[in-house]
């Protein structure tokens, strides 16, 4: 992390107004702090599980921080003398040093009136907010206008995991569970590959789709109308015809060792392969989660060009008193700015918009306005679906891949990463 163009307006006391997204609050310290320094998280009762979230992360990061300290506005998040007299309690407690503060977060009373509570009490105060649609820190000037530092991606790398940890209360074994459940490596690529080049063309993925429904599901699937796979033993037994296949993915199941010497797709010899540890993990890929694999491999392009930071599929956080948690399909960070790709072989509109708009929420909740979006889906109107939704969410910064980008995806996501930088240095 390379921080020399902040070092001019670096402090040594930063005040930092929690707000419902603490992202900012941690990207703000890290880059306005100065080593020996305090942070000051000014919460209300309402933040107070973000702060405390944030200061736990704060102290266990190695960035030299001299303490992280939690002053408490209660219930006072609007009260104008509350916010002014608590501020200035904490500014007559510092003997020396220069400070700041950040109001990014927090509400807009008490931006306000920290603002006049730390320019009463210190006129060498740096004040300081964070742009998030032109990834800048912007520092406040005596006349008025201001420094903008573009904060690059290379200047504060953000795991992914760090950006759960920041939303999540995440216990030693939940955050174990998690890391140990984000996959980095696609499996089975070449097989996925196959299956993108089919689905990009809509006269084979019919014929795909054939086979499927009436060969495949018909013989894996139970019959009791709840749409279970059938048990492993039965799965194990299940030898399927290929005579109507696609004669592609035939190929690719030989290469891959699938079919038995009779010429048929073996689930026995799926699971000698060890690619799977459950032959209904298979009937799953085939399902449609190939789809995230082949994303996730278009990812590991970018992420080898040094595109991105970090990337994974599969983030299932585990929450207390949730079924299933939080969860991503494949997402990235290219430095803090939190990217969210949501998957299906839907091509139906009404299934592929409710996907990106549970997608979107998620990103929005945990990478704030700095978040981007995209559906990757087997729409072939694309570009309208895109225009629709955006015109629902009354946001254009979202992007959808259909049918025609999928052969192409990691230069098509190359591209939207670009057109972001682009947008970003307007």
Same mark, same amino acid.
Request: aromatic residues 10%; proline residues 3%.
């Given at each position: 992390?390379?921080?020399?163009?902040?070092?001019?307006?670096?402090?040594?006391?930063?005040?930092?107004?929690?707000?419902?997204?603490?992202?900012?609050?941690?990207?703000?310290?890290? /880059?306005?702090?100065? #080593?020996? +320094?305090?942070?000051? $998280?000014?919460? =209300?009762? %309402? &933040?107070?599980?973000? *702060?405390?979230?944030?200061?736990?992360?704060?102290?266990?990061?190695?960035?030299?921080?001299?303490?992280?300290?939690?002053?408490?506005?209660?219930?006072?998040?609007?009260?104008?003398?509350?916010?002014?007299?608590?501020?200035?309690?904490? /500014?007559?407690?510092? #003997?020396? +040093?220069?400070?700041? $503060?950040?109001? =990014?977060? %927090? &509400?807009?009373?008490? *931006?306000?009136?920290?603002?006049?509570?730390?320019?009463?009490?210190?006129?060498?105060?740096?004040?300081?907010?964070?742009?998030?649609?032109?990834?800048?820190?912007?520092?406040?000037?005596?006349?008025?206008?201001?420094?903008?530092?573009?904060?690059?991606?290379?200047?504060?790398?953000?795991?992914?995991?760090?950006?759960?940890?920041?939303?999540?209360?995440?216990?030693?074994?939940?955050?174990?569970?998690?890391?140990?459940?984000?996959?980095?490596?696609?499996?089975?690529?070449?097989?996925?590959?196959?299956?993108?080049?089919?689905?990009?063309?809509?006269?084979?993925?019919?014929?795909?789709?054939?086979?499927?429904?009436?060969?495949?599901?018909?013989?894996?699937?139970?019959?009791?109308?709840?749409?279970?796979?059938?048990?492993?033993?039965?799965?194990?037994?299940?030898?399927?015809?290929?005579?109507?296949?696609?004669?592609?993915?035939?190929?690719?199941?030989?290469?891959?060792?699938?079919?038995?010497?009779?010429?048929?797709?073996?689930?026995?010899?799926?699971?000698?392969?060890?690619?799977?540890?459950?032959?209904?993990?298979?009937?799953?890929?085939?399902?449609?989660?190939?789809?995230?694999?082949?994303?996730?491999?278009?990812?590991?392009?970018?992420?080898?060009?040094?595109?991105?930071?970090?990337?994974?599929?599969?983030?299932?956080?585990?929450?207390?008193?949730?079924?299933?948690?939080?969860?991503?399909?494949?997402?990235?960070?290219?430095?803090?700015?939190?990217?969210?790709?949501?998957?299906?072989?839907?091509?139906?509109?009404?299934?592929?918009?409710?996907?990106?708009?549970?997608?979107?929420?998620?990103?929005?909740?945990?990478?704030?306005?700095?978040?981007?979006?995209?559906?990757?889906?087997?729409?072939?109107?694309?570009?309208?679906?895109?225009?629709?939704?955006?015109?629902?969410?009354?946001?254009?910064?979202?992007?959808?891949?259909?049918?025609?980008?999928?052969?192409?995806?990691?230069?098509?996501?190359?591209?939207?990463?670009?057109?972001?930088?682009?947008?970003?240095?307007?």
């Amino acid at each position: 992390m390379s921080t020399s163009e902040f070092d001019g307006y670096k402090v040594d006391h930063l005040f930092l107004l929690i707000g419902e997204n603490p992202l900012p609050n941690y990207v703000a310290a890290n /880059l306005l702090l100065n #080593k020996g +320094g305090t942070a000051y $998280l000014v919460h =209300t009762t %309402g &933040t107070n599980e973000s *702060a405390t979230r944030l200061q736990k992360i704060l102290k266990s990061e190695l960035n030299g921080f001299k303490d992280v300290v939690l002053p408490s506005l209660g219930d006072y998040e609007s009260d104008a003398f509350h916010i002014q007299k608590k501020i200035s309690e904490e /500014l007559e407690k510092i #003997k020396a +040093g220069k400070i700041g $503060l950040n109001y =990014t977060g %927090g &509400t807009k009373a008490m *931006a306000v009136h920290s603002y006049r509570a730390a320019f009463a009490n210190r006129s060498d105060a740096i004040f300081s907010y964070l742009d998030p649609r032109r990834l800048e820190m912007c520092i406040d000037r005596e006349d008025g206008e201001r420094d903008r530092i573009k904060i690059k991606p290379s200047t504060l790398p953000v795991q992914l995991v760090k950006i759960f940890q920041l939303h999540f209360q995440l216990d030693e074994s939940n955050l174990k569970k998690l890391k140990a459940n984000i996959k980095k490596e696609p499996q089975l690529a070449g097989l996925a590959n196959v299956f993108a080049n089919i689905f990009a063309d809509k006269l084979k993925v019919d014929k795909w789709f054939s086979w499927y429904y009436d060969v495949f599901r018909k013989q894996t699937r139970k019959s009791n109308g709840k749409d279970d796979w059938k048990s492993e033993e039965a799965l194990k037994d299940i030898l399927i015809s290929l005579e109507s296949l696609p004669g592609e993915i035939a190929l690719a199941f030989k290469q891959e060792n699938f079919i038995n010497p009779d010429n048929k797709l073996s689930l026995k010899e799926v699971k000698k392969t060890e690619n799977f540890i459950k032959n209904k993990h298979f009937c799953e890929w085939l399902n449609g989660l190939w789809l995230e694999h082949y994303v996730l491999r278009q990812i590991q392009y970018l992420a080898e060009c040094g595109y991105i930071n970090d990337y994974g599929m599969t983030f299932n956080v585990p929450l207390p008193g949730t079924k299933q948690g939080f969860e991503f399909d494949v997402a990235f960070t290219r430095g803090y700015q939190l990217f969210a790709l949501s998957c299906t072989t839907e091509s139906k509109r009404g299934m592929c918009k409710q996907k990106l708009f549970e997608a979107y929420l998620r990103a929005r909740q945990m990478g704030g306005d700095e978040a981007r979006v995209a559906l990757i889906c087997c729409s072939n109107e694309p570009d309208t679906l895109k225009a629709e939704i955006a015109d629902s969410i009354n946001d254009n910064k979202i992007q959808v891949f259909g049918r025609e980008h999928l052969t192409n995806l990691s230069q098509e996501i190359a591209d939207w990463i670009a057109q972001n930088d682009r947008e970003a240095s307007k």
